[in-house]
């Protein structure tokens, strides 16, 4: 009988501490469902307040024929997008700015890559109905479909979408992240008397946090030697740096707030199923390559009316480099030649010399 009283409690005990582990559980459980369903909801809305229902919308068969048409994404094909970032300064409203920054994001759902490229904004090349000129001037003289299809005819893509901020989308966007964590190579100055000096260049060199402003300082510098095109190199190695950072955890929990902060000054047209299933390509795929557009080999160097402009050796060549490029993947290392052993007369220790010579 000592036995059984002493055992009684403890039953009703061991119930109440599961019991209340289930009710801890439950809440536990709910809480997650409700802020999943809240972040769900928000980052759709805050999504669809991207979308240009101009842009966006289907055809209908009373529309009139576009005049440079966009090409259609399934959503199992490649998908390239145009990243387009301008420079309003001096711009009338509702005008339509230069290109200061001419990038393409190119997507394989397939094997997950992806290559970014960066043109060179004095590129001279043929714009559909406007005869030849300067690359960054297409989004000017025909606006976002015109820019599409002039990078993509140099290219050899098919761009089925473009995205467009200037400055302050872009000084938004790393204020919101917290800033980029980046190694500025060197010190760089310049100053901008535009828009009382509001954009003046003053960066040291080191690793360092690089808010919104400093951040546009570094990938607009081109103040040096190699001007543009070591320009488009810091600005594809930078905008790595940002897709790192958003496909951080933290990040896309706060993707809501992110894309609330640059909505005004951001304009694309992708409509929001399609920027779901972008997104998650996005976050699945790694960055294979980032290329310059026209490659160095590839680059004529042109004069038109007393200016310099940037000119194409030969334009079917440059295309074929582009799809070697999106069969490369530089993540992976590249195996190296295994030294031949030497042997007494010393025969091998030469042959292992000249192959190292070749690498």
């Known amino acids: 009988m000592p036995n059984e009283t002493n055992e009684t409690p403890k039953a009703p005990k061991n119930k109440k501490k599961w019991k209340w582990f289930f009710i801890s559980l439950s809440v536990i459980l709910g809480a997650a469902i409700a802020f999943a369903i809240y972040w769900s909801v928000g980052v759709y809305n805050a999504l669809d307040n991207f979308s240009d229902p101009e842009a966006t919308k289907p055809p209908t068969e009373e529309a009139q024929e576009t005049p440079v048409p966009i090409p259609e994404w399934e959503g199992t094909e490649r998908v390239n997008i145009l990243l387009l970032g301008g420079d309003a300064r001096g711009v009338d409203e509702g005008q339509v700015a230069r290109s200061d920054s001419i990038l393409v994001a190119s ?10 490229f960066s043109v060179l904004r004095d590129t001279y090349v043929s714009i559909e109905g406007h005869g030849k000129g300067r690359i ?26 473009y995205v467009y901020t200037d400055f302050e989308g872009f000084k938004q966007l790393i204020d919101t992240i917290g ?27 080191g690793y360092q946090l690089l808010d919104g402003d400093k951040a546009l300082q570094y990938v607009r510098f081109r103040h040096d030697a190699m001007s543009d095109f070591t320009r488009t190199e810091r600005q594809r190695n930078f905008l790595q740096a940002v897709s790192k950072e958003l496909q951080s955890t933290w990040n896309i929990i706060r993707m809501k707030k992110i894309l609330d902060s640059v909505q ?8 929001v199923p399609d920027m779901l299933k ?62 031949v052993p030497s042997d007494d007369s010393g025969a091998g220790s030469g042959a292992a010399g000249n192959s190292s010579t070749k690498q």
């Open 107 to 116: 997507f394989d759902p397939v094997t997950k890559k992806a290559h970014l």
């Open 136 to 161: 960054n001037t297409a989004l000017a003289l025909g606006e976002y479909p015109l820019a599409m299809q002039t990078v993509g005819d140099l290219l050899g893509l098919d761009i089925q979408y």
């Open 179 to 205: 800033g980029i964590y980046f190694d500025v190579e060197k010190d760089m100055h310049y100053t901008d008397n535009a828009d009382g000096n509001r954009y003046d260049i003053d960066l040291k060199q």
């Open 264 to 271: 005004p000054y951001v304009k694309m047209n992708i409509s």
């Open 278 to 339: 972008l997104g998650q390509l996005g976050v699945k795929s790694h960055v294979a390559s980032t290329t310059q557009i026209p490659p160095m080999e590839l680059i004529a160097e042109d004069r038109v009316g007393g200016a310099s402009v940037i000119g194409i050796k030969d334009e079917d060549e440059l295309r074929a480099y582009v799809q070697m490029t999106l069969e490369q993947d530089d993540t992976i290392p590249v195996p190296t030649e295994t030294p």
